[in-house]
């Protein structure tokens, strides 16, 4: 993997928030070079056995997954013109078709696994109970970056941080590929964890989440007035 040591930097590092896909797999490589192990290997020993995931695997396009969904696109007017001329005969704007086929293998760290909604949950359950890491690390990964200037990021270590709302917080991430589309979130005062998986992508996720969290929050409300 080249480190890009020649390239020009988007901004100054720490003045602005930016998120990267490459990010993740420079911190593959870092988690490779300090526990001797492939990254594949260090996250199946080290997460997904603790947390129980027993469901999330590499993401191979030459294996057989068993009950691997199929993904969807709908087709935009801009994905429409990039379309070879034998499909555009065809295909409509607005209808549903099948997603390309995505090679995740240069991006593992960030969008490489397949998994499924249950497994996430655990994997939300693992961190929030202290499972996978120390509470106090947790807080860290669930506190917002701040610029030079004091703005906060809305971004902590890999997770998207919501102001609190009477004292209750959502901390989570989403993610968005060829055929498939997720969110994910940790609502710690409440002691909830969902994830929503579709395969179709670019779903508009985020109101559901939203949805999900506003519900949990009054609900919780209710029973601690």
């Known amino acids: 993997m ?10 100054p590092p720490g003045s602005k928030y930016f ?3 490459y990010g993740f797999s420079v911190v593959a490589c870092a988690i490779e070079g300090a526990s001797g192990q492939s990254f594949e290997a260090f996250m199946r020993d080290r997460v997904f056995a603790k947390a129980k995931m027993t469901r999330t695997r590499l993401d191979r396009v030459f294996e057989i997954i068993p009950d691997r969904a199929a993904g969807y696109q709908m087709l935009t007017e801009e994905t429409f013109k990039r379309l070879p001329p034998a499909v ?15 090679d995740t293998s240069m991006k593992v760290a960030g969008g490489g696994f397949v998994s499924t909604a249950e497994d996430l949950v655990n994997f939300g359950i693992a961190l929030d109970t202290g499972t996978l890491l120390k509470k106090s690390t947790v807080e860290q990964m669930w506190t917002s970056q701040a610029t030079p200037d004091g703005k906060l990021t809305g971004y902590g270590l890999g997770f998207g941080v919501a102001p609190a709302v009477d004292g209750i917080r959502r901390l989570s991430h989403s993610g968005n590929q060829a055929g498939a589309a997720s969110a994910f979130a940790i609502v710690p005062e409440v002691g909830a964890v969902y994830a929503i998986l579709t395969n179709l992508e670019d ?4 109101v559901i989440s939203r949805g999900i969290t506003s519900a949990l929050r009054e609900h919780y409300m209710r029973k601690h007035p």
């Open 2 to 11: 080249k480190l890009f040591a020649e390239d020009p930097l988007l901004h």
């Open 19 to 21: 998120y990267s896909t």
């Open 88 to 102: 555009s005969v065809f295909a409509k704007v607005g209808d549903v078709y099948n997603a390309v086929l995505h």
């Open 203 to 206: 779903a508009d996720l985020a």
